[in-house]
Each structure stands twice: as C-alpha cells, then as structure tokens.
C-alpha cells in the first residue's frame, strides 16, 4: 500500500538539499504539505540518505520539478525557524562550486562551522520489555546495563567509554537480544551555547531597607557579611555579578555562597554568556591623513566611483591601513557591513588591537584558531549585524553578511590566499571580487609588491590604480646592500657558517644602538638535509620521495610532507662510513648560530614549529613589540605585513634558494618576498638597512629588490609571461592523479590528458611526476592544461575533466585512486 506521502506526490513542491558529503550535485527531496509554509532556502532540515541514515542538509533552492530518475524521500523535520545561510551567501556557494570545480558538500564543509553542521548521534534508552525480569549479564556488558538502568539513557560514544572499542559489538548485541533497549537515531546539534554563573539578590533584599535588615542579620557571621559587602560593591560596578568574580573578589568558596542561596539572600542562576570578549579600549579615534596619503585617498574615492576594483600599491611603511580604516568607517556610516582580509591568521593578532580603538564592539575577528563554538557565535553576530566589521583570513568570506558594502585584501599578492587542501581550492582575492559583485559592494585590493594578475588589470583598466610611493611621513625606504656570501670563508675556521663578517657587524652594531634585527630564511628545522661525503647518500622519507630534515629541538629526522620522525643516522647504510655531515641550514640553525655569536642578546624563532599553539603567535609579537626580543629569526611568516617600530635591519642569509625554484612564478615570488621582508626595517625613523646574502648577486630580481623598483620589475616580467603563455595571458588548470600503485596513477593521468587533449583553444602538458612525487606512499602524477582567457572554453574543458573524471573513478578497482582538479593554480 503506497504511503500517504508517496500519494500527494503528484502536487508537491520539491527541495535540493546540499549535504556535506562529496556528491556531485545537491539532492532533491519532497516537502510534505505540513511544513510547506514554514520552509525557506538557506535552513537546515533532516534526511535520510541509504540506509535511513540521518544528515543535516541546507536547502538550496525550492521549485516544483519532480526528479524522473528516482524515487524523491521526504524531509524529515525542519532544524531552523529562521535561515541560517542568506540567498546572497547560497549564490556565492554555487559560483565557488561552479569555477572551481567542487561539489556542493564539498563548499558547503568548508563555508559552514562545524557545530552548524549537526550530528546523527545514535543513543539507547533503557526500555526493557519485560519488568519483572531479573536479567543475568555477562561480565563485560553488566556495567554497561548498570549504567542504562540508572541513567536512562547512554549514546554509543558513552558505551564505548565503559566497555571499551573491543567489547562494543557484543555487548550491543546482548541488549538488543535481551529487549532491554530502544535504539533511538536522532540529530543532535554540537553547538551549546557557553554558561556562567549569576548572583543576584532575592527580592526581598532589592530595597535599602531591605539590605540593611540583611547587613543587621548577618553581623554574627562574619565571612557571609563579607561576601554580601563584596556582592554590594560589585553590583554597584557591574550590571550582572558573576559567581567567578564573587569569588574572586570576597576570597569565599562555592559553598559559603550556596549557603547564602539556600537561606534565601542569593539567586544562583545559569546564563548565556559570550565566548568572544576582547579587553582592549575602544577610542573614538579620529584620522589624519600625510599629504601623500591624502592625495592617495582622493584618487582612491575618483577611481571607486568609476570601478568596482581598486588596486592600491603603496611602498611598506607608506600607511595603506590608515586610508583602509578611513573606507571602513564610510561604510559603516552607510548601515553596510565591511570585511578586511588578510593573508595570515598572524597578522589579525597585531592589527585587531589597532583597528579596535576605532571601531571597538562593532569589530569581529574570524578565523581557523577560534573553537568551534566560538567560530558560530561570531556567524550570529555577523548574521544579526552585530558585528560591522570582520578582519580575517579567506574563512572570513564565508559569513553572513547582510549588506556588505566593502572588501579589502590587504597584501593581495600572498599566496596563502590561495586554499590548497581540501576543495573547494579557491582563491580568496578573486572570490572577494565576485562576492563584492553580488551584494553591489566594492574591492580594494592593497600591497606594496602587486602580482602580476592584478597588476596587469590594474594596467589594462579593468582596475582603478592609486599609487602611494612614499613611507608614513616621509621616511625614507631602507638601504639595501648585498654581500657575496663568499666571504663566509673568512669565519668557517672559527664555527661560523651563516653570517657573514659584514652581517655580524651590522648585527652588531644594531644591538649596541638598541634596535632590534629581524633575520630571514625561507626554511625550518635546523639542516633541510643531511649527507654521507664518502658515497652521497641522502636519508630519504620512507614514505615520501623526500630527504629528512634534522630538526635539533627533538634531537630527529623530520618528514614535512607526511610528519614522519626518524633517529639520526651516525653510519651511512650504503657505505657504512660515518661521515655524515648536515648540508643547508635551516632557523633552527640559524638561532643556535645567533647565539653562540651574541650570547647576550634575546632570541626567538618565528616558523611553524613554534607559532602551533593558539596564543603563541600573539605573545611572539607582543613580545617583539615591548622590545623583549632583540633577534627575531624566521621563515616568510615574518615577511607579512608586520610593524616593528624598533627593526633597524633586516638580513635575507640566502637569496639564492629563493631564485633557484623550478616555477615561473620563482621571480615574481622571489621580488615579493625579498622586498617585503626589506620593508621591515627602518619604518619609523628611515635608518633602516637591508643586508642580502647570496652567491649570484647578477641576478636581475636582485637589482630590482635593491631600488625597490616594482615597475622595471612587471615591464620584465610580464614580457615573459606573454611570450610563454602564463597569466595573465592564459588561464592553467593542474589536474594531480594520487594512487598508491604507481602504475595506476600514470594510466588514469595518461587516459584524462587523451580525453581533452583535442579540445579547442588549450595545451595539454604531461603527464609528467610531481615535484616531490611519492607523498604519504601515494605516487603523484600531474596534468597541466593551459586555457585560453574565454569562459566558454574554460567551461568546456572543466566539463570535460570533471566528466572523465567520473569515468576513471566509477570504474572498478579504482574507488582509491584519487583525482584532484585545481583551477587557477598558485
């Protein structure tokens, strides 16, 4: 007998869920009549998917197009009263599907905060058939079935912790056999808001009268007296008493104020509370602007009235945030809402504190190292409008937004805004642009060292282009000096491998004036590689095609492909010599260098060894802010966009492994790097210096590096990039085959570069090894497809890829291989 719900079909309306599962499109499911009226896109709802397997889904579009090709289920219940995804927000989501390739759950995992995406958490209730039964347990079940009897009900996470993974299953199947459970299959939301505690003061006690009366009944004891003074004194300061601040300030026990509660004197009750509390002062701050900056700002406002993009190029130092902060505040005067992006979840820790002095409660930070709880209280805030304006990395796009009026991409040229793993691999900068676009907002994209792409549009006149050619009050830029590492000679009879003589002189010097040295090396650990002298082996990642990095700090080899650790090795296993020694030098080494060299001075590292924790990199730049470093070494993490007020000199110990990397971007990155982390010094008084070291100080980037010349550098560069077909004059799509059989990488990379290889208007290149071609044992093969700059032909070959990559992958013996496609690669 057909269903009811099976027999209203033929008037229903349908819903595409999007579920965060990687399916290739959102699937469609009956509205029953009853909760027609109620749903809206963008709310979460409960289906069923196989096996009545429960999953939150968000509804993304409502229409009345019966599928043919299968039987629809029906929504189960509605989660939301009101959307939690706005229709701005679900057509963002399709575009960041659509371009890049990536399927809906994919986009959706990565917009939504985990505790938004619910549960299915499967739960026993103690219900037994039989209640006269007296039921006799095994050994391993009868704490479980204790635990039931008296608390009613256990999830199945519960019962795992009592009897342990190894018993779970039998000890299951005895209840289940005995009737004593019901096996309940519910969604469960993650999120719980976060409580405290608060005292109040009963009723009776509100009036003066009434708190004298207290004060008279309370003279005979003395430590309640003291608690009631300190509630009274509290109270007068604060609207809400907290039990924690009560404690704190009386010097009383939880008890001593259960004792006042249960006389009737105190209310103890459980309240939301903000997990989000930012203690620094809010000062209505105005703006004054340098006449450079003026002028900056003015031609800023001309060019966003003509275009929706503007790039802003100022030279480091020159004050682009201050005129960020001045476009910030108009928006806000227009009831609109702002995002401010960086690059690095780093650079939000020292500039959340500025841009709170002028925008204090109004200011929302978001990114990665928030908990889960945190990253949906600040969804709300942006939701309910509450939060004006967001400073984050790319996560940040993904918010709520309700009426956005202002994007800013600071440092818009860093790679980090490029996400690598997992899908969606999108670009922030470009996604900005087009998420502008949908709420009629603009872009202003910021950087003293443009890439090329924006550069080249800025150029064409598809961007507005202000230039801001000088530092924050006329400070001159640094001076930059290169030394020929050839000189390390002179010292390597005294230990000294890394510095130079005139290196160690100006490090010197600038120790003994009372500044601070920043020193920069694009590699961590303390040797990237080690080597047998007598026959050339290399200790070699036993699941990676890598060498091992000696890392001092754990006494290891270190793996940073797949994080395998490994003994260090004294003899060499192909010759048995023991003459291994350790070749390149990463910070670690560095460090131990600085020191042994300057005993004296205060060191610390800046490099994802040290920067893991969630308060380490903001105590790192408090520190060098309060001047209680005096060396800082690191990797490009330093390179960022950081203000040290007290950073007279900057040493680059290598520009040669910059220059040597085998990617057309390897100049462009280079130049970047090297003029970003040269913009450190000197920014406050111009007595800045930059000291490069290198063995090929003829390399063309050099030059530029040392006249800071942006412009002979693109005129360069750009030539290139047109003669050999890279962006901006091509579009590239890198498609990467991963199997643990080689053989069946190459063959699935071989059969998709002859699906698309004849298809109009690209080159199809490879497929030829990755890089590094063996990670975590998986063998790596790479396609390369270049792609004229027309959408309808980018569409063609994405259709392409995309369909023969369900063909490859549907086949069988091929459910591991794995087929990754990345459009605009960085």
Known sequence: MPSLFASQQGNMRFADIILPLNLPQALTYGIPHEIQPLLQEGMRVEVSLGRNKLYSG???????????????KPIKSIIDEQPIVNKTQLSFWQWIGNYYAAAPGEVMQSALPSHLKLIGETTLKWAPVHDDVVYEWSNETYPAAEALEMRKELTISDLRGIVGGRHLSSVLNELIEKEVVQIIDELEPAYKPKTERVITLSRIYDSEEGLHKLFDELQRAPRQLDVLMAYTELSRKNKVVRQYDLLERSGATAAQIKTLADKGIFRIEERDTDRLQYNGESVNKGIEFTPAQQLAYEELNTGLNEKNVALLQGVTGSGKTLIYIHKIKECIAEGKQAVFLLPEIGLTTQLVSRLYAYFGEELGVYHSRFSNNERVEIWEKVRTGKYKVVIGPRSALWLPYQQLGLIIADEEHDGSYKQKDPAPRFHARDAAIYLASLHKAKTILGSATPSIESLYNARQGKYAYIQLKERYMGVKMPAIEMINAATLEQFRQQ??????????????????????????????????????????????????????????????????????????????????????????FGTEKIEEEIQTLFPKARTARMDIDTMRGKQNMSQLLDDVEKHKIDILIGTQMVVKGLDFAGVSLVGILSSDSLLSYPDFRVNERAFQLMEQVSGRAGRTDGAGKVIIQGHNLTHPVLQWVKEHDVDAFYEQEIKYREYFAYPPFARLIKITFKHKDEPKAIEAAIRMAQAISSSHGISVQGPVPALVPRIRNQYIQEVWIKCQRDNKILDTIKHLIITEKRNITGERGNSSLQIIIDIDPQ
Request: proline share 5%; glycine share 6%.
């Open 495 to 584: 230990g000294i491998k890394l510095i130079t003589p005139d290196l160690y002189k100006a490090i010197s010097d600038t120790l003994d004036k009372g500044k601070q040295v920043i020193l920069f090396q694009n590699r961590r650990g303390y040797a990237p590689f080690q080597l047998c002298t007598m026959c050339g082996w290399v200790p070699q990642c036993k699941n990676c095609a890598v060498s091992l990095t000696y890392h001092k700090s754990t006494d290891k080899l270190h793996c940073h492909y797949c994080g395998q650790r490994s003994a260090i090795i004294h003899t060499c296993p192909s010759c048995g010599s023991n003459r291994i020694q350790s070749k390149s």
């Open 58 to 72: 968000i509804v993304g579009r409502l229409h009345n197009d019966k599928p043919e090709a299968y039987e629809v």
